[in-house]
């Protein structure tokens, strides 16, 4: 089986610009949830998305966003970036959701300047 | 915020030697897991212990869990360079939380 893809692998954007992240779960996953990572605040849940549907979010501003499509394919979106936003962010997928053992993907190192 | 606290943050031994990391959390959980991340990897899943389990085994590994005191320990033992990485507990509360992690370095 395929592993979690996420594109694009490096990103770089400016302070107030939006950026939209893409993550392809392993074939038969309908869960994928999205963390970030930064060396300050280490590994943060954003939010898990089931069948489409956003199961658990995280304590994130609304800036964050995601869905999931019906391939289970999921997308985050984050606008208005800030300086802080500046993270490694990383999707992960499970058959039965984020409780139990979740497959990651390499993640998408965002830069905003 | 993060639920796990990983204890310690930083451990450095010998080829061979056992390694033991502690993680302790704060509020009641379904499930609780270990995962590891080096540069050439990523994040794997090591081991998941359900909350009515206190022991469990997979190969070199060994993950205790106490709900009585909320924490969890990982060894590894006779350990290999290739365990060189930063390990996090991962814990199901009211969502997913992950410890800040601790930094084994094993060296030849």
């Known amino acids: 089986k395929a592993g979690v893809t996420q594109t694009p692998r490096y990103l770089i954007k400016t302070r107030g610009q939006q950026v939209t992240l893409s993550c392809s779960p392993i074939s038969g996953h309908r869960s994928v949830s999205w963390y970030q990572q930064t060396p300050g605040q280490g590994l943060q849940f954003l939010f898990e998305?089931?069948?489409?549907?956003?199961?658990n979010k995280g304590n994130f501003p609304g800036r964050f966003s995601g869905r999931q499509f019906s391939n289970s394919r999921s997308e985050m979106n984050v606008s208005t970036l800030e300086l802080g936003d500046s993270a490694l962010y990383l999707c992960?997928?499970?058959?039965?959701?984020?409780?139990?053992?979740?497959?990651f993907g390499p993640g998408t190192r965002l830069t905003v300047t | 915020s993060q639920q796990g606290e990983e204890d310690p943050q930083a451990l450095s031994i010998q080829e061979g030697e056992n390694a033991t990391m502690n993680c302790s959390y704060k509020t009641s959980i379904n499930n609780l897991q270990w995962y590891r991340q080096n540069s050439g990897r990523g994040l794997v899943h090591l081991i998941l212990i359900r909350s009515n389990e206190r022991e469990k085994h997979s190969g070199r590994l060994r993950v205790t869990l106490d709900t009585s005191k909320k924490s969890s320990s990982l060894l590894i033992t006779a350990s290999r360079a290739a365990d060189t990485a930063s390990y996090f507990c991962?814990?199901?509360?009211?969502?997913?939380?992950f410890g800040a992690g601790t930094r084994l370095t094993v060296k030849p």
């Open positions: 998305y089931f069948s489409e549907t956003q199961r």
């Open positions: 991962a814990t199901d509360a009211d969502d997913m939380r």
């Open positions: 992960a997928s499970s058959s039965y959701g984020y409780s139990y053992e979740q497959y």
